[in-house]
Nanobody, 120 residues
């Protein structure tokens, strides 16, 4: 019912930059927060950055000072500006949305993922 589509992944050298984008569509009236997770092969999926409807943000310690999350006010689009990329940032990056339900519960929606490779 909520669809998320990511773009912007690619290959970059260490120290380089990339910007990811994610656009949400569907039943998004109660979308409370959007964010980015990442997962390397054989590793746990981890939260990278999140932004709420009120524009508060939080980041993983490993990306603080290097990554910036932002949100398009009207277009239901979230961005992740990634600077100073390291090989350890190599992963599939997934867009995520948190939706509050009418009955008081909540649900999650996930994008298909976009690959970021940081290679010397």
């Amino acid at each position: 019912q909520v669809q998320l589509v990511e773009s912007g992944g690619g290959v970059v050298q260490p120290g380089g930059s990339l910007t990811l984008s994610c656009t949400a569509s569907g039943s998004i009236d109660n979308m409370v927060a959007m964010g980015w997770f990442r997962q390397a092969p054989g590793e746990q999926r981890e939260l990278v950055a999140q932004i709420t409807r009120g524009h508060s943000t939080n980041y993983a310690d490993s990306v603080k000072g290097r990554f910036t999350i932002s949100r398009d006010n009207a277009g239901n689009t979230v961005y992740l500006q990634m600077n100073g990329l390291k090989p350890a940032d190599t992963a599939v990056y997934y867009c995520h949305a948190y939706i509050a339900l009418q009955l008081g519960g909540a649900m999650d929606s996930w994008g298909k993922g976009t690959l970021v490779t940081v290679s010397s």
